[in-house]
């Protein structure tokens, strides 16, 4: 593997995922025939999909004939995690004119090393549902009130159609692993010739 902290080894065009706290690099090179880095700015600007005001700009830099982009881990460490909608951005250095050339989606990952979660949203439904069900909920109540406030809890028909709809979202999640590890899955077409 190339080593990745050399901005002559960025990979080009803007990666699907970056985790929190990395070092993140990469390059884009289609535009550069037509918009000369010494007479544009290209930055991406990237907004979480939630809806929220979080955003993250990166401004380009010149490498060569190509747009570099360089996030410090210090920088990155401050991302909020989550899936953004970004936009790739030129604007016009003589007089501040701006047009949008690419939009995409990139996912902001936690680092493990934070003592996270790992755990997919699916995973940790799937888990709770599964205690509930052998019998670890505190009680078996299904509902109760106090002081005009109430509160209604699944019943086992309900958990059971949860737990089935979140284990085929885990079941999916792992087979999308599998495949992107190069692992053989239950789809996998064998033959032989």
Do not use: C
Request: hydrophobic share 35%.
């Amino acid at each position: 593997m190339p080593n990745l902290f050399d901005a002559a080894n960025a990979p080009v065009g803007v990666p699907e995922e970056v985790f929190i706290g990395d070092f993140i690099q990469f390059k884009i090179t289609d535009f550069s025939q037509d918009y000369s880095n010494s007479l544009f700015t290209m930055r991406l600007v990237a907004r979480i999909s939630t809806g929220g005001n979080t955003e993250i700009t990166i401004t380009a830099s010149a490498s060569d004939d190509d747009y570099l982009f360089s996030v410090a881990s210090a920088t990155s460490a401050n991302y909020t995690v989550g899936d953004y909608h970004y936009q790739i951005e030129i604007e016009r250095n003589s007089d501040n004119e701006r047009i949008v050339v690419d939009r995409g989606q990139i996912k902001v990952s936690t680092d493990y090393d934070n003592n996270v979660d790992p755990r997919h949203h699916a995973e940790i439904m799937l888990g709770k549902i599964q205690s509930i069900l052998e019998g670890k909920a505190d009680t078996d109540v299904s509902s109760y009130s106090i002081a005009g406030r109430s509160l209604t809890k699944l019943g086992i028909d309900e958990l059971l159609q949860w737990r089935d709809y979140y284990r085929r979202e885990v079941n999916e999640l792992k087979k999308k692993e599998k495949i992107t590890h190069g692992r053989k899955t239950k789809s996998t077409i064998l033959g032989r010739f």
